[in-house]
């Protein structure tokens, strides 16, 4: 799957937000992991807070930690 501009972006900004420290987006090998990026040399896979609800989130087996966010008019908020 083919990531939009906005979207690395928004995932770059919750990296950042949520590191204490170090923090980069996954390689596309990575990706086909579900690794979206790594904080402090954890992997983690970023979902917008509304996948909570979705079918998805029962259905799809994540084995590393999610880090949500929320679009805000001030920006990107983590969860």
């Given at each position: 799957?083919?990531?939009?501009?906005?979207?690395?972006?928004?995932?770059?900004?919750?990296?950042?937000?949520?590191?204490?420290?170090?923090?980069?987006?996954?390689?596309?090998?990575?990706?086909?992991?579900?690794?979206?990026g790594?904080?402090?040399?954890?992997?983690?896979?970023i979902?917008?807070?509304t996948?909570?609800?979705?079918?998805?989130?029962?259905?799809?087996?994540?084995?590393?930690?999610?880090?949500?966010?929320?679009?805000?008019?001030?920006?990107?908020?983590?969860?």
């Amino acid at each position: 799957m083919d990531k939009t501009f906005e979207g690395l972006q928004i995932q770059l900004n919750v990296l950042q937000a949520a590191a204490q420290s170090n923090y980069r987006l996954a390689t596309p090998e990575e990706e086909s992991e579900g690794i979206d990026g790594w904080i402090d040399g954890e992997p983690v896979s970023i979902k917008p807070h509304t996948y909570k609800k979705t079918v998805e989130m029962g259905k799809e087996k994540i084995v590393h930690r999610i880090v949500f966010y929320k679009k805000t008019k001030k920006g990107i908020v983590t969860a």
